[in-house]
């Protein structure tokens, strides 16, 4: 896999550090026993990783959708030097910080009018374990202990933990392995895209009309209701319409059930609004954020809420969120958090999402008319391109990385979720990669056939 432009000292190490990671160091969703190869990061600048062996490979994936300023970013380095100098970590029970408490001014400042509370995680996982235990406390405090369940909408995915595997879809998600043991929800049917093999679906009243039955019938035993606003992300990459949030939103007041908006993913302006719930203009009752919270420099989340429901989980005297991550609140995530917040506003984002939105409209078309090509849809800086069949990563991997790019596919699904910054020729070379091998793809099919 390395090169020879290695130094044959550089490349003993290398493979010596490569050999141990196959063997002892497990990688996300991959197997321990036959690992996939990986590739050896050794530094990244702006949107490049740069290999061990020399070459440099342009992020399509922000890593993981949390890199929106790009790497290396000197405003972020520095933000974490002056901090490292003060404080890195100090518990957040009994004391607090101002990194901490600018962040919460922050979120509060640029988030709906309702959500006025901020509770700090250390993950997006523990972000949406925190938001259930919200919803389920505050009803237990009303004590209304029939509310033990909760709602959502299938091709969803908000963690690896088990209170948010239990809301993912047990069917066609990850986690159907642990489906007889994970607490049992509601499952309403996922929302009518936004396209239907590239052509756009208008909105009909019926779409609701599986969610609107089940929350009837099952209201009394529902606490809340979950849901990734606008883009079900890891769960399928699918885009529905702003009508569907909206009557989500009425129902769950008709039936006083708790809104739940996940916007892990889809949040600092990813969908092309800075959160994705603007564009229903609807407010939830609670809301998680992580991924580009820092930038990706760290590991951060967070819960906000609502008065209503900090009310209802302290009606009882002595009644308190029963939650405290030990890294909660930490102070350089959070004096990170600051700096890319604030470098974000400052930019031209949302000229810089309408323009990768253009770019990746008019390169990633061309796909459709490949064979192997369900469907290209497009929103904001998300570039999709779904496949009839999955696709192979140990083959295409190392062919998109020839062509000088890093993406994940993952099942039927190649897309790009860039970095902010990404200039023209850098997205340009990312759509030529994901034509070029999946007609390949398609050629190699043919001939199979």
């Known amino acids: 896999m390395l090169k020879s432009n290695m130094t044959p000292k550089n490349k003993q190490k290398w493979q010596e550090l490569l050999a141990f990671d196959a063997h002892h160091v497990w990688h996300p969703y991959t197997s321990m026993k036959n690992p996939p190869p990986v590739l050896p990061v050794v530094s ?102 029939q509310k033990t369940r909760l709602m959502t909408i299938r091709n969803g995915y908000y963690g690896d933990t088990f209170g948010a595997m239990a809301v993912c879809d047990p069917v066609n998600g990850m986690h159907g392995l642990f489906r007889n043991i994970l607490a049992e929800h509601i499952f309403a049917d996922a929302p009518m895209t936004t396209t239907l093999k590239g052509r756009p679906v208008n909105w009909a009243p019926e779409f609701i009309d599986d969610f609107a039955n089940k929350l009837a019938k099952h209201h009394e035993q529902i606490a809340a209701v979950i849901l990734e606003p606008m883009v079900q992300n890891a769960g399928g990459m699918r885009f529905y319409h702003p009508e569907y949030l909206q009557q989500v939103r009425r129902l769950c007041d008709k039936y006083q059930v708790l809104l739940i908006l996940d916007e892990i993913a889809t949040g600092f302006g990813r969908t092309g609004t800075l959160f994705a719930y603007e564009q229903a203009n609807v407010q939830p009752d609670i809301m998680t954020i ?41 102070p350089l995530a959070c004096c990170v958090a600051n700096a890319s917040i604030d470098l974000l506003l400052e930019s031209p984002w949302k000229e810089q999402l309408s323009q990768i939105e253009r770019q990746l409209k008019e390169e990633l078309a061309p796909c459709s008319s490949l064979d192997c090509v369900k469907e290209v849809r497009i929103k904001g800086a998300i570039g999709v391109v779904e496949l009839y069949e999955p696709i192979d990563t140990v083959w295409s991997q190392p062919l998109f990385t020839e062509r000088g790019v890093w993406l994940r596919p993952f099942g039927k699904l190649v897309y790009v979720m860039p970095p902010f910054i990404i200039n023209k020729k850098e997205l340009g070379t990312i759509t030529s990669a994901i034509y070029s091998v999946l007609k390949l793809k398609g050629t190699n099919e043919q001939k199979r056939g």
């Open 44 to 145: 990244a600048k702006g949107v490049y990783l740069e290999l061990a062996d020399g070459r440099k490979l342009i992020d399509g994936m922000s890593s993981w959708w949390s890199a929106l300023h790009g790497y290396n970013h000197p405003v972020l380095n520095q933000a974490l030097i002056e901090q490292s100098r003060k404080v890195s970590h100090v518990m957040f029970g009994g004391l607090t910080h101002q990194p901490a408490i600018t962040l919460a001014q922050k979120l509060i400042g640029i988030t709906c009018d309702n959500l006025q509370h901020v509770f700090f995680a250390d993950s997006g996982s523990v972000a949406v374990e925190v938001s259930i235990k919200m919803a389920l406390q505050y009803w237990q405090a009303q004590g209304n202990t």
């Open 290 to 330: 992580g991924k580009a919270l820092t930038g990706g420099m760290m590991t951060l989340s967070a819960v906000l809420t609502s008065d209503k429901v900090v009310d209802g989980i302290e009606a009882q005297d002595g009644s308190v969120l029963m939650h405290g991550p030990t890294f909660m609140a930490n």
